[in-house]
C-alpha cells in the first residue's frame, strides 16, 4: 500500500498564509503602533474565514508583535530602550549559544553546513545590491543555535529573534537599506568569521563575546535609523512599533 504525505487541512493552511502575510504588513510599518485590528475587515482583507485569522492573530500575539485587549488585539508598541534591551537578550542567548559549541568543537561537531553559509556570504556583502543577504544571515545564526547542541537554546534564540527589530537580520530587508548600512553588513561578516574560527578552535568565551559584540552592531543600527527619524523625519518600517 502506498502511503500518501499528510495534507494540511484548508484553516491550518490558510492560518499559515494569513500568518506570514500580516506579520510582514506589520513589519513594513502599515500598521503603526497602538493601531487597532478589527476581525471582520481583516479576514475580509486576506480572504479568509474568522477561524483561521484568529489562530494567526494568537501566534502573533505569542511572538509580541500583537497585544490582546477587550476588543480584540492592537499591534504592539515599543519604546527605544525596549528595543535596545530586546537586542541585548538576543546577543547574550547567542552568545551563550555560540559559547556551547565551542565546548563541543572535540565531538564531531560538523562545521560544513554554517561554513558553506559563510561562504555564501562572502559573496553577497561584496556584491553591488547585496541580494540575498537577509536569508542567508537569518539562516547563518539559525545554523549557530543548532551548533549549541540544545533545543532550549535553538527556541531562545528563535523567540528573541521574533521582534522584527531585534531579528538578525533587522534593517537589511530593502535595498535603501542594504546602502545605508552596508559597512555594518561588513563588519558583521568579519564578527561571522571570527564566531566560526572561535568555535572550531573551541574557544568557548571568546565566541561567547564575538557573539555579544555582533549584537552590538545590531544595536548601533537602531540608533542611526533612532537619530534619522528625530532629525530627519525618516521613518524606518522597523521604527513603526516604536512610540518615543
Known amino acids: 500500500m502506498v502511503k500518501t504525505k499528510k495534507q494540511q487541512s484548508p484553516d491550518k493552511t490558510q492560518a499559515e498564509r494569513t500568518l506570514r502575510e500580516l506579520r510582514g504588513r506589520i513589519i513594513a510599518g502599515e500598521f503603526p503602533a497602538n493601531t487597532k485590528l478589527r476581525e471582520v475587515p481583516l479576514a475580509d482583507t486576506f480572504g479568509v474565514s474568522r477561524t483561521p485569522l484568529r489562530s494567526a492573530l494568537q501566534h502573533l500575539e505569542q511572538e509580541g508583535l500583537l497585544q490582546r485587549t477587550a476588543g480584540g488585539y492592537k499591534i504592539s508598541a515599543f519604546s527605544f530602550r525596549d528595543a535596545l534591551i530586546a537586542i541585548e537578550l538576543r546577543g547574550v542567548i547567542e552568545g551563550t549559544a555560540a559559547r556551547l559549541a565551542a565546548e563541543r568543537a572535540n565531538a564531531n561537531l560538523n562545521l560544513d553546513p554554517i561554513k558553506k553559509t559563510l561562504f555564501e556570504l562572502d559573496a553577497v556583502v561584496v556584491s553591488e545590491f547585496n541580494e540575498g543577504y537577509s536569508e542567508l544571515n537569518a539562516l547563518f545564526h539559525q545554523q549557530l543555535a543548532t551548533l549549541a547542541g540544545n533545543k532550549m537554546i535553538e527556541r531562545e534564540v528563535e523567540r528573541a529573534s521574533q521582534l522584527p527589530f531585534a531579528a538578525p537580520s533587522a534593517f537589511t530587508s530593502t535595498e535603501q537599506d542594504m546602502r545605508r548600512f552596508h559597512t555594518s553588513l561588513v563588519v558583521g561578516q568579519q564578527h561571522h568569521h571570527a564566531l566560526v574560527e572561535s568555535i572550531e578552535r573551541g574557544e568557548g568565551a ?22 534619522e527619524r528625530k532629525e530627519k523625519n525618516h521613518v524606518a518600517p522597523l521604527l513603526a512599533l516604536i512610540t518615543d
Do not use: C, F, S
Not at 206 to 227: D, W
Open 206 to 227: 571568546r565566541a561567547e563575546a564575538l557573539a555579544r559584540e555582533h549584537a552590538h552592531l545590531a544595536k548601533t543600527n537602531i540608533e542611526v535609523a533612532y537619530r
